[in-house]
């Protein structure tokens, strides 16, 4: 019964450590799925999962470990909200992906961002025809930003 219960109990106390980490910090990390959001997220899961199943590690010193990510993520957010330059190297920043009308094959071979890519994102904003575009920008959330081009046909 009690190699039952111990993971029983620990998995409950794992969900309610991730319910107030999520509660804390979750509008945080999904509203802009960045580079080091995403790797806490997969990192989060991993940690939360060992502390609720895996017996043979030491509920507390993961526990303190688990803890201990939140602390250097919560510190390195405070730091990226206050110095850019930080923040760009954790983020990322957008790219240019048209400029005036015209493809920048450069930033989309950088972006690693292909053709395909970039006429599924804009059909599903509506637009089917590249050539309507002025600007478009991959942001950091691999959301493309579109900018029209203005109609200069006056009837």
């Known amino acids: 019964m009690e190699d039952l219960m ?12 991730l319910l107030v980490f999520t509660y804390l910090f979750g509008k945080r990390m999904n509203s802009q799925l960045n580079y080091y959001s995403f ?19 030491k509920f507390f010193p993961t526990l303190a470990s688990f803890l201990t990510l939140i602390f250097i993520f919560f510190l ?6 206050k110095q850019r330059g930080f923040r760009k190297y954790l983020s990322g920043q957008p790219i240019i992906i048209i400029e005036k009308g015209e493809i920048n094959e450069f930033n989309m071979r950088k972006a690693k961002y292909s053709i395909d890519d970039l006429k599924q994102q804009i059909r599903e904003q509506g637009v089917f025809k590249i050539d309507q575009i002025e600007t478009a920008i991959l942001e950091v959330s691999g959301k493309l930003s579109i900018q029209k081009k203005k109609n200069t046909n006056h009837y």
């Not at 111990?6 to 450590?17: A, D, E, H, L």
């Not at 790797?39 to 043979?56: K, W």
């Not at 390195?76 to 909200?81: G, K």
């Open 39 to 57: 790797a806490l997220s997969v990192t989060v899961g991993s940690y939360i999962a060992n502390m609720g199943f895996d017996t043979n590690l």
């Open 76 to 81: 390195s957010s405070i730091f990226s909200f």
């Open 6 to 17: 111990q993971p029983i109990i620990r998995t409950g106390i794992s969900y309610i450590v």
